[in-house]
């Protein structure tokens, strides 16, 4: 195996301990990295300190337990849109990315906009990290809307999410908030955003989608 000029010269130099930093180091690495794209529920929106309580933060210390080495980034962005994220998305593929979870939708559905227009904006964003990262995996998070919403509207916008996972060949979860919409204790006073409790219990629902994509890569 070749070795590094600054390997070398640490060894030439007797600096044992030195070189065994380095090297333990760069094996410890992460060499592939998860992108979260989505709105304030990936964002952390609320919670006291979202670098450590979001719900990728979360993965983050699930995928450090496992022993992967996986860089997670968080891409949320309060407010953000399905045709925010394709405004930005150029921008966040700028960066190496391994697997790519598309968590965008709510703020749509909660606008009332088209689901027609919802797709076909999630489904450029896709269009667009396939074609930049052709390897990288797909996950698309899964939003469902309330029937205050009304039965049309909740049904067709709740069809997005699986229709878009079946036509580009990606992992779907199905509901990202399974277990924390609508129940109180898991969520912030606007009843929209979960607390710091309830966003490890949406890290848990990741995690199981996301395991098995983050184990095959190595």
Known sequence: MRRS???????????FAAVFALCTAASAAPDRTVVFFGDS??????LDDPQTQ??????????DAAGLRWKVVNAGLSGETSAGGLRRV?????????????????N???????????????????NRVRS???RAAIVIA???????????????????????????SATLIPFLLEGVAAHPSLNQGDGIHPTAAGDALVAGTVWTYLLPI???AH
């Open 41 to 46: 529920l990936t964002a952390g929106y609320g």
């Open 5 to 15: 000029p600054t390997i070398l010269r640490l060894l030439r130099a007797g600096c």
């Open 132 to 134: 930049r990262w052709p």
């Open 90 to 106: 150029d921008w966040v593929l700028g960066q190496h990315i391994d697997a790519f979870v598309l968590a965008l939708g709510a």
């Open 54 to 63: 979001s719900y990728p933060a979360r993965i983050q210390e699930k995928v």
């Open 142 to 168: 899964g939003m469902k809307m309330p029937q205050s919403m009304g039965q049309d509207y909740a049904a067709n916008f709740d069809r997005i999410f699986p229709g878009l996972a079946a036509r580009n």
């Open 108 to 126: 749509d559905g909660l606008r009332g906009i088209d689901p027609q227009v919802t797709r076909a904006n999630l489904q450029e964003i896709i």
């Open 214 to 216: 983050l184990r095959s």
